[in-house]
């Protein structure tokens, strides 16, 4: 069974749409923590979705993305909450948030244009750091991001008096706060999924495998590569702009601690692991990379609790252990991820790597 | 066609290439030769604008091409086929092929350039669903040349088509080399295999150090005792 042609199909999309409508329903059985964990997930999705266009489709190795997700926070937290004491509509701060990561992406992008591979990802590491100690310090003289306290009762999203924080009763359904959200997230992530697909067979979609590929033939054949590789760059911001955003609203609080390395790490880590360039890779990848932590947080200690009768290790330390355990496992056996993309799996196969 | 004049190239204080002055006339197979590390493909870098140059001036067809960007190059009639021929490995012969004509927009005319490339080189027809990264070295390059020629350039750029190539395939490339340029193509050749260069091409340059120490016809530097010492290996 190929489950790219399954997904591709009427029947295909049927169900997974019933199962995406029944999922946060399901996940609330075992408490609405799980509902929160689903949202975390799809948004990790999206993250991912956005990097890919970087990594998978121009071949940049960024590792500071985490600093366009935390611009869009940011500028979600200091718009929409009694910080300032601003109160803006979502289809207002929205659009900033996407507008000012993409700014920040150019603003990446330009110096590194001449930089590849080791040295890109050494660059846009520092990037990365750079964004967080000035939301840490950004405190004093004037009090713009509350430093290291963060911003605290950010507005959730609303869209005129619909709000989703907060149970509401829709069709006799109790949909509790985090369905709402992710609902809401599963909409942007459908979005930024077909954007992905057209992306990728179009013009620029092909200028942007070439510039992987080769740069200085595809400089040979006509392509724009400083341009193109901007345009990567703003459009992967975009969207961790945009997934900032609905974090901050989603969260109500915001401190630069969520923006550390080990964040972009976690994402690239996602698009590498299930599959770079390949987007139901990426999405799989997501996924587990965000679900697994947490089935090991909860799983972890009952387990040991059944096998040997009493704790023998933290499960916490313990959670990560399994986790980095898996990381290369996938990494020694499934090299091109655990769901390339046809193309790479064939190249694996004829170059008998 | 292409005039070159006073071509300077530096990397920091190394100079690579020191003010040289050539020309290629339309329709003319022109080489350049030399030892490795004379600046031959420094040369062709700048002309094609990969690389800055740090003065001179370079002409096509009339027009001031000097301070172009790379990409606009192409658009100019120059097609590079790149050192160590820079194929697009992920990519299948026919996307690679596809790329070429990257800077068009008709498709039927795509096709029948397709056809002319497969005229010229029947095997990457035969290698068409194939990786470019997975082709022998030989079938690399004539992909590169292939890929060029997609551009539907007025002139080719080839640098050093015959590294790293066996000698049989060697003579393959450079059979299709004379073959493009029979129908009408102009070429600037770049070759340390000099004898080889200069049995394809109407004019040859010898470059030292940076600079041009001879030029004149092909036929000539082939028979000039000094080129035969130094290049010939006579």
């Known amino acids: 069974m190929n489950f790219g042609h399954f ?134 003289p004037f009090n713009i991001t509350n430093g290291p306290q963060g911003i605290t009762l950010i507005d959730p999203v609303s869209f005129g008096a619909f709000q989703f924080s907060g149970t509401t009763q829709i069709l006799g359904f109790a949909v509790s706060g985090p369905q709402k959200y992710y609902f809401l997230l599963v909409a942007l992530a459908i979005l930024v999924v077909i954007i992905n697909l057209r992306l990728q067979n179009s013009r620029i979609g092909r200028a942007w495998q070439a510039i992987r ?82 089935v090991l947080r909860y799983g972890v200690g009952p387990l040991q609790m059944a096998l040997f009768g009493k704790m023998l290790a933290d499960p916490e330390s313990l959670r990560m252990l399994v986790f980095g355990l898996a990381l290369v496992l996938v990494m020694r056996f499934k090299p091109a991820g655990l769901w390339p993309s046809p193309e790479r799996q064939r190249e694996l196969q004829e170059t008998g790597k | 066609m292409l005039e070159v004049t006073g071509l300077h190239v530096a990397y920091g204080g190394i100079q690579a290439v020191r003010s ?25 870098k700048a002309i094609a604008r990969v690389l800055d140059a740090v003065g001179g001036d ?65 095997r990457l027809k035969e290698r068409e669903s194939q990786l470019a990264g997975t082709l022998s070295g030989g079938e690399q390059q004539m992909l590169a040349i292939g890929r060029a020629l997609m551009s539907r350039p007025k002139m080719l750029l080839l640098d050093e088509p015959s590294m790293g190539l066996a000698p049989i395939m060697v003579q393959k490339i450079f059979e299709v080399v004379r073959a493009v340029a029979a129908d009408g193509m102009t070429i600037l050749l770049i070759e340390q295999n000099a004898k080889l260069a200069l049995q394809s091409s109407q004019r040859g340059y010898v470059m030292e150090s940076g600079e041009i120490t001879f030029n004149g ?5 082939l028979d000039d005792p000094k080129v035969r010492a130094a290049y010939l290996g006579e």
């Open chain 2, 20 to 44: 040289i002055t050539f020309h290629v006339n339309e329709g003319e197979t022109v080489a350049l030769i030399g030892a490795n590390g004379a600046g031959k493909t420094s040369t062709l």
């Open chain 1, 7 to 140: 997904f591709r199909s009427t029947v295909g999309i049927a169900t997974l749409a019933a199962l995406l409508v029944a999922l946060p329903f399901v996940a609330a059985m075992g408490g609405q923590a799980w509902v929160r964990i689903l949202d975390f997930a799809i948004l990790y999705v999206f993250l991912a979705l956005g990097l890919n266009i970087v990594v998978g489709l121009a071949g940049l190795l960024d590792l500071g993305y985490i600093a366009f997700y935390a611009v869009g926070a940011y500028t979600w937290a200091l718009l929409a909450s009694p910080h300032f004491g601003l109160h803006w509509p979502i289809w207002a701060i929205l659009p900033i948030g996407a507008g000012l990561a993409c700014l920040a992406g150019v603003v990446l992008g330009s110096p590194t244009l001449k930089l590849r591979g080791d040295y890109l990802a050494i660059v846009t590491l520092g990037f990365g750091e750079i964004v967080r100690i000035f939301l840490n310090n950004l405190n004093a």
């Open chain 2, 217 to 221: 016809e092909s036929a000539m530097l």
């Open chain 1, 213 to 294: 590929e080769d740069e200085i033939a595809a400089k040979a054949i006509g392509i724009n590569t400083r341009n193109l590789k901007l345009l990567a760059f703003a459009m992967g911001a975009s969207f961790g702009g945009v997934a900032g955003g609905i974090f901050s609203a989603m969260q109500g609080f915001v401190s630069p601690e969520s923006f550390s390395l080990i964040e972009s790490i976690m994402i690239l880590a996602m698009v590498v692991l299930g599959g770079m360039g390949h987007i139901p890779g990426v999405i799989l990848g997501a996924v587990l990379l965000t679900v697994l932590p947490e």
């Open chain 2, 58 to 122: 370079v002409h096509f067809c009339g027009e001031k091409i000097g301070k172009l960007a790379p990409h606009d190059i192409i658009r100019k009639g120059i097609a590079l086929v790149p050192e160590g021929r820079g194929v697009f490995p992920r990519l299948t012969v026919l996307e690679n092929l596809h790329m070429g004509a990257f800077i068009r927009n008709a498709t039927v005319d795509v096709e029948k350039d397709l056809k002319m490339v497969y005229g010229y080189f029947p």
